[in-house]
């Protein structure tokens, strides 16, 4: 029996890279539909709005006859914002769509008692990975998105080293990295050269791939992070911003890779997922803190070691990344299945 086919149009994405989008790369494993993009919106049978759509007012205004128009004509419409949105202006933007996916946690909206989407999931970059645990593929691109790069690991999961049961994180082998902290950023967010800085005195040098204060011969943002932090100690990692349950996909390549993230954001990122015991953290109240770990770290055996043992998922974590993919494959399946 032939997979049905779902017309897809994505959000400011060229139609050649739609079916790279991780939304769609993440269902196409998990449901029976064959995705097919196209070039007009009110073609669609699926419609993945984005963050554009929820800052830009005038393009909101352009699109939105657009999106009634597939509305009518029975097609699904959804909303993934990739980042720190209000609940507020999800629940004023949102509320008729068919399926709204952010960072915001789901108590927050309550299932449209405060106005909010009817159909809201709390469902992150860092969560597309196959359910499989026994081979550890992540689903995700290196970029976060699928946009870019290619799902390498989909191809070569042996290389990404085994992060859940922490035997990939092994302090004498940890030690012997040629790199000691490696640094991806394209712009200027606080506090990205504080930490830069921070690290430098520490270190003595940290390696930057970025665009934003890079010093490496590589070409800046032309070499992916598979290729460096598998030789890095350490993964200088903020996100763009502290927000309620804002945590992309940042932790996840540090661990993945072996690396230490350094980390800003929420004191408790993904608590059902990472033991933050297992996180450096950036203060801009007590950087000596920072440093005294960064230094004993790597310089105190003892101390390196005790930091190794900790585990870095918490107890469940697997469960509950599959229960958010479930989550998603079923109510997914549940719209498309109204397709005609």
């Not at 959804?78 to 949105?85: A, I, M």
């Not at 004498?172 to 712009?187: I, S």
């Not at 992309?248 to 990472?274: M, N, Q, R, S, V």
């Amino acid at each position: 029996m032939k997979n049905k086919k779902i017309k897809i149009w994505i959000d400011k994405m060229e139609v050649d890279s739609m079916k790279k989008y991780w939304l769609i790369r993440c269902l196409k494993t998990a449901l029976p539909y064959d995705f097919v993009p196209v070039r007009d919106l009110i073609d669609a049978d699926l419609v993945i709005l984005r963050d554009r759509y929820l800052i830009n007012v005038r393009y909101r205004k352009l699109l939105t006859p657009q999106i009634k128009k597939a509305s009518d004509k029975g097609a699904i419409i959804t909303l993934f914002s990739g980042e720190n949105r209000s609940d507020t202006m999800i629940k004023e933007l949102c509320t008729d769509f068919d399926l709204c996916i952010g960072f915001r946690h789901e108590n927050e909206f309550h299932y449209n008692q405060s106005g909010g989407p009817k159909n809201y999931l709390r469902y992150t970059y860092g969560m597309a990975i196959n359910t499989n645990f026994e081979k550890h593929r992540l689903l995700l691109s290196e970029e976060g998105n699928g946009e870019i790069r290619s799902a390498y690991y989909d191809e070569n999961p042996s290389e990404k080293g085994d992060f859940l049961d922490n035997s990939f994180h092994i302090y004498e082998k940890w030690l012997r990295r040629k790199g000691n902290a490696a640094f991806f950023a394209k712009h200027t967010h606080f506090p990205r050269k504080e930490i830069f800085d921070l690290c430098k005195e520490v270190l003595g040098n940290v390696d930057s791939y970025g665009e934003y204060l890079h010093n490496t011969e590589v070409e800046p943002m032309k070499i992916p992070k598979f290729e460096v932090l598998p030789n890095a100690k350490f993964n200088i990692c903020p996100e763009n911003a502290i927000g309620v349950g804002y945590c992309t996909e940042k932790l996840y390549h540090a661990f993945i890779h072996g690396c230490i993230p350094i980390y800003y954001g929420e004191p408790d990122p993904e608590p059902k997922i990472f033991n933050k015991e297992r996180i450096l953290f950036y203060n801009p109240k007590n950087e000596d803190e920072l440093k005294e770990q960064i230094y004993k770290i790597v310089n105190d055996k003892n101390y390196g070691e005790e930091f190794f043992a900790k585990p870095i998922l918490v107890d469940g974590a697997e469960a509950h990344i599959k229960l958010k993919n479930e989550q998603l494959k079923k109510i997914m399946h549940n719209l498309l299945k109204k397709v005609k």
